[in-house]
């Protein structure tokens, strides 16, 4: 199964790396929500510090949306569906590949967009531990997400707004742990952050497990 | 009736929705048979390719390709079967040689065994590392051959294998539909290139209404055989 995961990851990220769309219109996107953020609330830096941890998670999940989105896309058309499923790849590498190839390209997304709320935002990092664990459990729950709904998406009509939908609620629970887990990191908000990481590392299994479990109904269905 | 046979349907239904798109075929193909399946536009023969190839589940009637029931479980057919569809089943962005390959490695072969297959379709060196939306539609429909052969499928299942071919392209299908066959592997193709596709296959079924109308049955065996192709 692991040569399915590094075969699919490795095919996707040729293709980014060809298309480079997370590059060109993922990246841009990020640092215009950070510009936009900071105009709208410039008056107020403790409120735009206050509130970062939390722009920093939703921006993180819209960029997901369009990154999750380009990722289904790209094994629709000209009867790749079927392609797929003549292949000897398992459906489960098939998710995992998936998801290991969204994982990569959020965190890169994730890295630009931090450098550049710690620039504009005046931002003090005290609990760097809590942000390096919070970044990849959190990322792994989207990225997991992302895999499930967008081949689900990417079969319908009207998709562009029927993922967002699909997806952000799924994961409200990991924009609520990690937003508290940031607001710890940044000391705007007390309480026990590591708790927040164990529920991030929880809700990443769940959604792993879940979409490991599906994936055979899934590629039938897509 | 074929000795070993590689297909074997009887009253088989297959419903898309509720519309059955096979509605009771019954067909058998012996091993290392080259059947040509002819009938007018949604006569059905495109469902039969997909059927066989395990993507479209038959709901009565019992149906066997390769020893597999495809009733109890018609995914596990899937990796012995080769389909070439209208659809190319390429990566658009990807090179020609990095969607063989990658399909090659999907398939559990040696991806070195990719550049034997892109030799064996004449796809030219120089085209190998464009991408495949930059290629014509006769050069993508030789990188989707290319990652058909690549497979080694022991049943060709080919829809339309001539269409958006020139004639030396036409030719290349011919020559390797017979060296499947004599190479031990079981072709199934539609084509509505009658006349070509009549000279290399061994046997011609109709199709109508989703059943077989007319079964040739197998040629006399001067015609049989890899040699008789072009």
């Known amino acids: 199964m692991w040569h399915d995961v590094w075969l699919v990851c490795r095919k996707d990220l040729r293709i980014e790396a060809r298309t480079r769309v997370t590059l060109n219109h993922v990246a841009p996107f990020v640092l215009t929500v950070v510009m936009l953020f900071a105009f709208a609330l410039d008056a107020d830096t403790t409120l735009l510090r206050r509130a970062t941890g939390g722009l920093f998670w939703v921006t993180v999940l819209f960029a997901a949306n369009a990154i999750a989105q380009r990722s289904a896309s790209v094994d629709r058309p000209d009867g790749l569906p079927d392609a797929l499923r003549l292949s000897n790849l398992s459906p489960a590498g098939m998710f995992l590949g998936k998801t290991l190839s969204l994982f990569l390209q959020l965190t890169a997304t994730e890295l630009v967009l931090a450098v550049a709320m710690v620039l504009m935002y005046d931002v003090r990092l005290r609990g760097i531990a809590l942000i390096l664990a919070s970044i990849p459990l959190g990322t792994l729950a989207i990225a997991a997400v992302g895999s499930v709904y967008g081949p689900l998406a990417a079969g319908l009509q009207g998709r562009e707004s029927i993922l967002p939908l699909l997806m952000l609620p799924a994961l409200a629970p990991v924009l609520l742990a990690a937003t508290n887990a940031f607001g710890v990191a940044f000391g705007t908000t007390v309480g026990p952050g590591w708790r927040w990481v164990v529920m991030l590392g929880m809700l990443g299994a769940i959604y792993v497990a879940a979409g490991t479990a599906t994936s055979a109904a899934l590629l039938e269905e897509t | ?230």
């Not at chain 2, 070509?196 to 049989?224: F, H, K, L, N």
């Open chain 2, 1 to 230: 009736m074929p000795l070993d046979p590689v297909i074997q349907l009887h009253g088989a239904v297959a419903l898309l929705g509720q519309f059955p798109v096979l509605a009771g075929v019954d067909l058998e193909v012996g091993d290392g048979e080259r059947v040509l399946l002819r009938g007018p536009n949604g006569a059905g023969k495109t469902s039969l390719l997909r059927t066989c190839a395990g993507l479209i589940p038959v709901s009565s009637g019992s149906a066997t390709v390769l020893g597999h029931d495809l009733r109890a479980d018609r995914r596990s057919v899937r990796p012995l079967v080769g389909l070439m569809a209208h659809t190319t089943g390429l990566y658009d962005e990807l090179t020609a040689a990095d969607n063989v390959r990658f399909w090659a490695e999907a398939c559990r072969v040696d991806p070195a065994d990719a550049a034997g297959a892109m030799d064996r379709v004449g796809l030219a060196t120089r085209l190998r590392t464009v991408p495949v939306n930059r290629l014509s539609t006769g050069q993508r429909r030789r990188v989707s051959l290319a990652a058909m052969i690549v497979r080694r499928p022991r049943l060709w299942l080919l829809d339309e294998p001539h269409a958006g071919l020139d004639t030396v392209g036409r030719d290349l299908v011919d020559r390797l539909i017979g060296d499947a066959a004599a190479a031990g592997a079981t072709v199934l193709f539609a084509s509505h290139d009658l006349e070509r596709a009549d000279a290399v296959a061994d046997r011609t079924v109709s199709i109508v209404g989703g059943a077989v109308a007319e079964d040739t049955g197998p040629r006399p065996a001067d015609r049989t055989g890899a040699d008789d192709v072009a």
